[in-house]
């Protein structure tokens, strides 16, 4: 399972929110060997009097935050978060140091999906990988 939010500034991230989307599900695809049609992605627009970030960042700084299931391999984590930096960079021009990107893991019992917590149900993928 997982749920993926995207934080950035509202005139920057707007316009190319479907493309990022886009970007990031293929990554998780091809990371975590994850079905296609699983996609939760939250977008946060945020105005420039909210989004306040480190000197050095440009106007593109975006925040990817995962929250992923507990289980996978530090290796396959990695190649997730290598992927995004490079696919992101290479489609969208946005400069490696203004990415940043963060994965939550949490057991499958503390979540609740579709009426049950996330250990009784079952998937057609793997976790641990």
């Known amino acids: 399972m997982g749920q993926i939010k995207i934080y ?6 707007n316009p190319i929110k479907k493309k990022m ?13 994850y079905p296609v049609d699983k996609r939760f992605h939250r977008f946060f ?9 480190p000197a050095g960042r440009s106007k593109n700084y ?4 995962i929250s992923i299931f507990a289980g996978r391999r530090e290796v396959t984590k990695k190649k ?3 992927l995004l930096f ?7 021009q946005i400069d490696s140091k203004d990415i940043e ?14 009426g049950v917590t996330g250990d ?8 641990e990988l």
């Not at 950035?8 to 991230?13: A, D, N, P, T």
């Not at 975006?62 to 935050?65: K, L, R, V």
């Not at 057991?107 to 579709?114: D, V």
């Open 62 to 65: 975006t925040i990817i935050e």
């Open 21 to 33: 989307s886009d970007i990031i599900h293929s990554c998780v695809i091809e990371a975590f060997d």
């Open 101 to 114: 990107i963060t994965i939550f893991e949490t057991p499958p019992s503390n979540w609740g999906i579709r």
């Open 80 to 82: 997730l978060i290598n």
């Open 120 to 127: 009784e149900l079952i998937l057609n993928y793997k976790v």
């Open 8 to 13: 950035g500034l509202e005139s920057y991230l």
């Open 86 to 92: 490079k696919r992101i960079t290479e489609e969208l």
């Open 45 to 53: 627009l945020m105005k420039e009097d909210n989004f306040y970030f």
